[in-house]
Antibody, heavy 122, light 110 residues
Framework: EEQLLQSGGGLVQPGGSLRLSCAASGFTFSIFAMSWVRQTPRGGLEWVSAITGSGGRTYYADSVKGRFTISRDNSKNTLSLQMNSLSADDTAVYYC???????????????WGQGTLVIVSS | QSALTQPPSASGSPGQSVTLSCTGASSDVGVYNYVSWYQQHPGKAPKLIIYEVSKRPSGVPDRFSGSKSGNTASLTVSGLQAEDEADYYCSSYAGSNNLVFGGGTKLTVL
């Protein structure tokens, strides 16, 4: 059974940093692209970042480019999101998600983690 | 402001069909066949129900179907059931390695 178990998150001050992790099991992690998607307090979904199966290519939304870094360790079946220079606008529930199709197409997220809450506030 | 436009609410009675719309632009929905639909129940993670405009993942009932015409994608739920009451989000590839979502539609089963 596929599983994505998220950890990290919590309360952080503006300007601070946080690292999210997502441990995968039940599927061949290295052959699927992975993404991070966040859900804001208003409820809307926003794509944040994606990474190919090999980890060779990474993609970012303009709103996080230069501040967030996505990475993966295929030997440990783990996806990470390093978030720096956080602001209140980054407050959201963050989900990791597995691509529905293949190692390069992150356009459809076939399976999602349980989500982890990030609150940026002083 | 979401890149894709979805009506905030929709409703239907059990057994009826309802169609949810997702309007984008010629730079996203209109040009790429990478439209996905997600169902989200309160307190749960989103679940993929349609990808690449009209494909259903394994385990998704064939009551759910997707289509696209021009810059607008649609999700049709046939034979509405009580458990279909949820929020529905569309997404589309928008070029330049960017993925955009709609604001979501709350579907109520009357």
């Amino acid at each position: 059974e596929e599983q994505l178990l998220q950890s990290g998150g919590g309360l952080v001050q503006p300007g601070g940093s946080l690292r999210l992790s997502c441990a995968a099991s039940g599927f061949t992690f290295s052959i699927f692209a992975m993404s991070w998607v966040r859900q804001t307090p208003r409820g809307g979904l926003e794509w944040v970042s994606a990474i190919t199966g090999s980890g060779g290519r990474t993609y970012y939304a303009d709103s996080v480019k230069g501040r967030f870094t996505i990475s993966r360790d295929n030997s440990k079946n783990t996806l990470s999101l390093q978030m720096n220079s956080l602001s209140a606008d980054d407050t959201a529930v963050y989900y990791c998600a597995k691509a529905q199709v293949g190692s390069t197409s992150y356009y459809g997220a076939g399976y999602w983690g349980q989500g982890t809450l990030v609150i940026v506030s002083s | 402001q979401s890149a894709l436009t979805q009506p905030p609410s929709a409703s239907g009675s059990p057994g009826q069909s309802v169609t949810l719309s997702c309007t984008g632009a010629s730079s996203d929905v209109g040009v790429y066949n990478y439209v996905s639909w997600y169902q989200q129940h309160p307190g749960k993670a989103p679940k993929l129900i349609i990808y690449e405009v009209s494909k259903r993942p394994s385990g998704v009932p064939d009551r759910f179907s997707g289509s696209k015409s021009g810059n607008t994608a649609s999700l049709t739920v046939s034979g509405l059931q009580a458990e279909d009451e949820a929020d529905y989000y569309c997404s589309s590839y928008a070029g330049s390695n960017n993925l955009v979502f709609g604001g979501g539609t709350k579907l109520t089963v009357l």
